[in-house]
């Protein structure tokens, strides 16, 4: 396994090409792995970078308090036979970048963390442009997330392929996120409810006639109303439980044959996201 620290080792063209890109913070898991699994399907030599942006965190936020552990990460890519790992410094990441807007970001979670995806897409970029992967691999929980990357690909990197890897989640369904370390193994078990209630919800929605759209978004937001309720009512704060059309990210109106649920609460202090995508097509 190739390890790069600095820029000036970059200049030498360390990584064998096509290699694929997965940018995380570290504190790696399996939905981590299934993202080098993913890349080495599509016939990619898998590249991880290991960076904590602090970019993307706000002033409230768990930057300093958030879980590293590089020498296990390194351990574990090494075991799955990871190609390389970029683990650059801060100060030579930062130098000179080039500060960039997101699209998309007064929504959903770029309501609550302002300046969170132009921090994110910022250094994303910054990494595309000093690594240069022929592909990059980005996991589907950060739904919003993927947009934006998928966007920012479309304006400056043309020549990057984007490979989606589905939701990775533990035995109980809740949805793998270097932040469920917060949480012990009984609280794993009660967040599980959010995926619980989000499948329960999604099939609620697949069920509802669309042949009058007025009557259809009437009982969608019926349906959005008691699964926020009953969301809170089992000791969760809601931070958004929104229905939405997935390509524009704007309300769901019936103009489209997929729906994105999409929802961030939080529970014990820790902020957990998810989401699901509904095929409308197959309801009645």
Not at 137 to 160: E, N, T
Not at 260 to 268: E, H, N, P, T
């Amino acid at each position: 396994m190739i390890i790069v620290k600095s820029l000036e080792q970059l200049t030498f063209n360390p990584f064998k090409s096509p290699f694929a890109l997965v940018p995380t913070m570290g504190n790696l898991h399996s939905g981590h792995i299934n993202l080098l699994k993913l890349a080495v399907k599509n016939n990619y030599n898998p590249v991880f970078s290991i960076f904590v942006n602090p970019l993307q965190f706000g002033p409230n936020e768990d930057l300093e308090s958030y879980p590293r552990s590089l020498e296990r990460d390194l351990d574990v890519l090494k075991e799955n036979n990871c190609h390389g790992v970029f683990i650059p410094k801060q100060e030579e990441i930062l130098e000179n970048v080039e500060s960039l807007v997101a699209p998309t970001s007064d929504k959903l979670c770029g309501k609550s963390r302002p300046g969170h995806f132009d921090g994110v897409i910022t250094i994303v970029n910054r990494l595309f442009e000093i690594i240069k992967p022929e592909a990059c691999v980005f996991g589907a929980k950060d739904f919003q997330q993927q947009l934006i990357i998928k966007h920012l690909i479309k304006q400056k990197h043309r020549h990057i392929k984007f490979i989606s890897a589905p939701t990775e989640r533990d035995e109980n369904g809740l949805a793998l996120s270097s932040r469920n370390n917060y949480l012990n193994e009984s609280e794993k078990i009660e967040a599980s409810l959010i995926f619980k209630f989000l499948s329960s919800m999604s099939f609620e929605l697949k069920l509802l006639p669309q042949t009058n759209k007025k009557n259809f978004l009437s009982e969608m937001e019926s349906i959005q109303k008691k699964y926020h309720k009953k969301i809170e009512e089992k000791g969760f704060e809601v931070d958004y439980l929104e229905l939405l059309d997935p390509k524009t990210l704007e309300k769901f109106e019936l103009n489209s044959q997929k729906m994105l649920v999409a929802i961030a609460v939080f529970f014990k202090k820790v902020r957990l996201i998810d989401n699901l995508i509904i095929d409308l097509t197959s309801s009645s």
